[in-house]
């Protein structure tokens, strides 16, 4: 396979195998070593044997997928196939959601499929008039502020539907502060995790990318926290007297 082969399959330019090819002390992201050794039918311990080494974890480190930075460094590909291999249980537990309307494409379309199929689907969401919300907004102090994306979420949602596998809550005002400083999305058994940071939005927060790999460990952790919040939260038909439709 020739280079500029290699580089379609994989989704990267040809000098980018090029560069991977005459430095052997480079190694590629993850994504990309996973993708060039299916396409090549070989091992990644075979291609890049350093980077194996360098990831070998034990205990529950092996839930850490990956960890970014940045959520938005995360790419949007990785969040739509977590949604798209969910089959049982969507949880999307940030405090306003929005983002994902913006960055997956036929959101609404994929959320009423799964619906269809049988999964479970569930938006915890902050409550856009809340005290919480309103001190979260002055400490962002952005145009786009928190109470108008989780509209935007709750617009969204009314185009999906009334069904019986969606639900959608806020969460109870004693366990607001919590739920707006850490954001958890579960798509069965792998999560995004996003602690928020001082004063900074969403997307500029660090993300722990985990899949759960047995009990007690950091998947589990997360996520007993984010149905705890749920366990708690007010369906937005009790409200606001009224179910997204």
């Not at 309307?101 to 959101?107: G, I, K, M, N």
């Not at 689907?121 to 994306?149: K, M, Q, W, Y």
Request: aromatic residues 8%.
């Amino acid at each position: 396979m020739s280079p500029r082969q290699l580089a379609v399959r994989v989704g990267v330019t040809g000098k980018t195998v090029e560069r991977w090819v005459a430095d052997a002390e480079l190694i590629p992201h993850a994504r990309n070593r996973e993708d060039a050794s299916s396409a090549l039918g070989v091992d990644q311990d075979m291609l890049w044997p350093q980077a194996v080494k360098n990831r070998i974890k034990v205990g529950t480190d092996r839930e850490i997928v990956y960890s970014y930075p940045y959520r938005s460094a995360c790419p949007s590909s990785i969040w739509g196939e977590a949604i798209t291999k969910a089959g049982d249980d969507l949880l999307f537990a940030g405090y306003t959601n929005y983002f994902l309307w913006l960055e997956q494409p036929r959101f609404v379309a994929t959320l009423r499929e799964k619906i269809t199929a049988g999964c479970r689907v569930r938006f915890l969401l902050g409550d856009p008039d809340c005290e919480v919300t309103r001190n979260r907004e002055r400490i962002e102090d952005v145009a786009l502020n928190v109470s108008t994306r989780i509209r935007i979420t709750l617009e969204n949602l009314a185009k999906v539907g009334t069904h019986e596998h969606l639900e959608a809550r806020y969460s109870a005002p004693d366990d607001a502060a919590n739920h707006v400083s850490l954001s958890v999305f579960r798509f069965d058994g792998e999560a995004f995790v996003t602690p928020h940071l001082a004063r900074l939005a969403g997307h500029d927060s660090p993300l722990l990318h985990l899949r759960k790999s047995g009990d007690g460990g950091m998947f589990d952790r997360f996520t007993e926290h984010a149905e705890e919040l749920w366990s708690r939260g007010i369906p937005v038909e009790t409200a606001k007297g009224q179910v997204p439709q």
